[in-house]
């Protein structure tokens, strides 16, 4: 499976080089077991929450996972209970995200839209898109992260404008992905419009980039 990206990574980093990628970290995501991938949200959560940048936190933008993503429930319960602001994502038409509070499960509705997974969304009021810019930590979802912090999202953008639009209004929010382990890879192919983060959590620990 690496021998492939390796490949592909040597000869051009283009979006097909991504697209690839994807595929296999989606189909390895899709091969875990109920329980492998529950002990890992339960270690994913107690990492991050060891996390000095969500302690002092006191806006938190995360994002509910679905499916074979790693989970962030727990993760999302343990910031609101200690009183964290958390803002969660809500998908628009053309892929940019707005974002609502998160107030607790009953506060989540599953959104269905055509030839996409199902996403819970905040029934809350919509703060804008802009409101990203005040939080202290994003919390970013992925499929890889290489040692440089380049990350590989789903190929919405949605992320992608999160980062331009944090880095035009001067905003310095940490930012941390949150993967399983084996999705720390060597090289993320990468774009010009590709950010960094700063650290990503697995459910083995913390690592920290540059
Ligand atoms: N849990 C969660 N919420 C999130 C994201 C995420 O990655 N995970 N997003 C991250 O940006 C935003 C939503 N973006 C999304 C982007 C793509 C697909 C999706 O279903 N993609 C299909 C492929 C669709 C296609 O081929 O065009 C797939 O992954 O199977 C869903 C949400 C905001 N909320
Ligand atoms: N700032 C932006 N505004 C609008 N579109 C953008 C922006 N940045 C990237 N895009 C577009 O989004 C598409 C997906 O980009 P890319 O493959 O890098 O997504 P990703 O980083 O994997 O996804 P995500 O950011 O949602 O996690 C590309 O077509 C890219 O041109």
């Given amino acids: ?8 990574s040597t000869v051009g980093e283009d979006p097909s080089a991504k697209a690839e990628l994807r595929r296999e970290l989606l189909a390895a995501r899709r091969a875990l077991s109920p329980g492998a991938a529950g002990a890992a ?10 996390l000095p940048e969500l302690a002092r936190a006191r806006t938190v933008a995360a994002y509910v996972s679905v499916g074979t993503e790693p989970g962030t429930r727990a993760l999302l319960d343990a910031l609101h209970r200690r009183g964290i ?3 969660l994502p809500v998908l ?4 940019d995200l707005d974002w609502a509070p998160y107030d607790g499960p009953v506060s989540l509705a599953e959104v269905h839209r055509p030839g996409m997974m199902r996403l819970l969304e905040p029934v809350g009021p919509r703060l804008g898109p802009d ?3 005040g939080a202290d930590t994003v ?3 992925g499929l890889a992260v290489d040692g440089r912090g380049m990350r590989l999202g789903r190929g919405g953008g949605s992320y992608d404008r999160v980062l331009q639009r944090l880095a035009k209004a001067g905003a310095h929010p940490a930012l941390v992905v949150l993967l399983y382990d084996d999705e720390v890879v060597a090289r993320v192919p990468e774009e010009p419009h590709d950010h960094p ?3 990503v959590a697995t459910p083995s ?3 920290r980039f540059g």
Avoid: C, S, Y
């Fill in 1 to 8: 499976m690496r021998k492939v990206w390796i490949f592909v």
């Fill in 139 to 141: 919390l970013l979802p």
């Fill in 41 to 50: 949200a339960e270690a994913l959560a107690r990492h991050a929450l060891d």
């Fill in 197 to 199: 983060v700063q650290a």
């Fill in 205 to 207: 620990g913390v690592r």
């Fill in 92 to 95: 628009l038409p053309d892929n």
């Fill in 85 to 87: 602001r958390v803002l």
């Fill in 131 to 133: 409101a990203v810019t």
